[in-house]
């Protein structure tokens, strides 16, 4: 069965501090990995997924296999970055269903 | 482009009756989805459609949910009868192929609460 475990269910940083949210999942196959956000009043939308390998809003992920870890990170955190963020996971070749974690919200004060 | 609409954005009903929600996709594309939002949790994929045939509802509790998609375009959700805990956030998403990659594109969905 595929899991997705967010243990943080709020992080609060300053702005310019580094940001990690942590994402561990559980997936037998090959997963493909990804990071949706929710800004306040907005809908849910795609933030990175892992097999692109780029930067999106100066925020980065690495998929390590072998910790089962996708963790995001972004160096200096900005005001505009406070949302809710989701982990999720598909299977590669099995019908693209999205299995998410429960989220973590991001607080960047001042 | 617009994006995916989905009505009503609220709703409050009692147990035990029912309701509808409605979701039109992204103009083309062929994959849809309905997922569960209970406040505090990630959403849950309720089922899966490819253009009208579905593709996964293993977690539609199917003795009172149902969907349809009958021409390969919108799509409805219902509850009959609604219970306590069907209260939550209805997310209705469809998705494109680049390639290899999928991208899952979500409405604004509809926040149903069962009193």
């Known amino acids: 069965a595929q899991r997705v475990t967010q243990p943080e269910k709020l992080l609060s940083v300053f702005k310019g501090a580094p940001v990690e949210l942590k994402c561990n999942y559980s997936y037998s196959g090959s997963p493909e990995l990804f990071w949706y956000v929710q800004y306040s009043r907005q809908r849910l939308q795609l933030l990175l997924r892992h097999i692109s390998r780029e930067s999106i809003k100066g925020f980065t992920a690495d998929l390590n296999k072998g910790e089962t870890s996708f963790h995001l990170k972004k160096p200096f955190a900005q005001e505009e970055d406070s949302a809710m963020y989701y982990c999720?996971?598909?299977?590669?070749?099995?019908?693209?269903?999205?299995?998410f974690g429960t989220g973590t919200q991001l607080k960047v004060e001042l | 482009e617009a994006g995916v609409a989905q009505s009503p954005r609220y709703k409050i009903i009692e147990k035990r009756q029912s309701v509808a929600f409605w979701c039109n996709p992204i103009?083309?594309?062929?994959?849809l989805y309905w997922y569960q939002q209970i406040l505090g949790q990630g959403p849950k994929l309720l089922i899966q459609f490819q253009n009208n045939g579905v593709v996964d509802d293993s977690q539609l509790p199917k003795d009172r949910f149902s969907a349809e998609r009958l021409k390969g375009v919108d799509s409805t959700l219902k509850i009959q009868p609604a219970k306590l805990e069907d209260s939550a956030v209805y997310l209705c998403a469809s998705s494109t192929r680049q390639g290899i990659q999928e991208t899952q594109y979500f409405g604004p969905g509809t926040r149903l609460l069962v009193l």
């Open positions: 103009s083309g594309h062929a994959t």
């Open positions: 999720a996971l598909s299977s590669v070749g099995g019908g693209n269903k999205l299995t």
